[in-house]
């Protein structure tokens, strides 16, 4: 069973929902990733997803545009991304990483080589922006064979024939972005996610994470009560843009805690309270 797999399944047995916070590897700084990493887990964290800076991050808006710049102007390559992850893996080696990125980097090393290397670093899943399903059958295959969760995505937008191809291929959890447009853009419409999920839950078993407009506990617990993940990202960066290299870390434990027990209060109100 992958990590993945065991951390939903632990958390539907407690009747808790999973809190999956997004940074990008390399920002502000390299040396800032692995104790951010580590950060996000005391924060309590279930899942990380650890996005691989890229030049072109079509689906993302100007806040993780930034932070793409800001990793790849300090010599972050993907190469580099495995290498945090292996060092992270040196004291953790139970939360689940996911990377978060586009085809380009991956491809210019090679599918085969990049799913053997990421696998190696301790890599749990991987998900790929631009690889859509209708393309992605022999990339979930050899990921698959190097025991890592193909995830996918689907939007307000994926019909029935894009979700049943999610579901073929999907392991680990589908994410779901909840709102047509980019990364931190719009708000967040409850009403709209939760017409959505009974869709995609009646098609697959997989777990559904909910991603994109999310901004604070309030909006992280009304998705926590519909999804099985709560997925949030662009207030993280946010919130280290704001910061100095010596309190970032801080400033994203005490966010990342409040998101927690929003999410907790909301799915379980005994835990929710200090």
Known sequence: ?????????????????????????????????????????????????????????????????????????????????????????????????VLMGYANPIESMGVDAFAAAAFDAGVDGVLVVDYPPEEAANFAQILHRHALDPIFLLAPTSGEARIAQVAALASGYIYYVSLKGVTGAASLDVAAVAARIPEIRARTGVPVGVGFGIRDAATAAAVAELADGVVIGSRIIEELERSSPDDACEKVRALVAEIRQGIDAATNPSRGTP
């Open 1 to 97: 069973m992958s990590k993945i797999k065991a951390v939903f399944e632990r958390l539907q047995a407690q009747g808790r929902k999973a809190l999956i916070p997004f940074i990008t590897a390399g920002d502000p700084d390299p040396v800032l990733t692995v104790p951010l990493l580590h950060t996000l887990v005391l924060a309590g964290a279930d899942v990380i997803e650890l996005g691989v800076p890229f030049s072109d991050p079509m689906a993302d808006g100007p806040t993780i545009q930034r932070a793409s710049e800001r990793a790849l102007a300090k010599g972050v390559s993907l190469r580099r991304v495995l290498e945090m992850v292996a060092n992270f893996r040196a004291d953790d080696n139970e939360t689940p990483i």
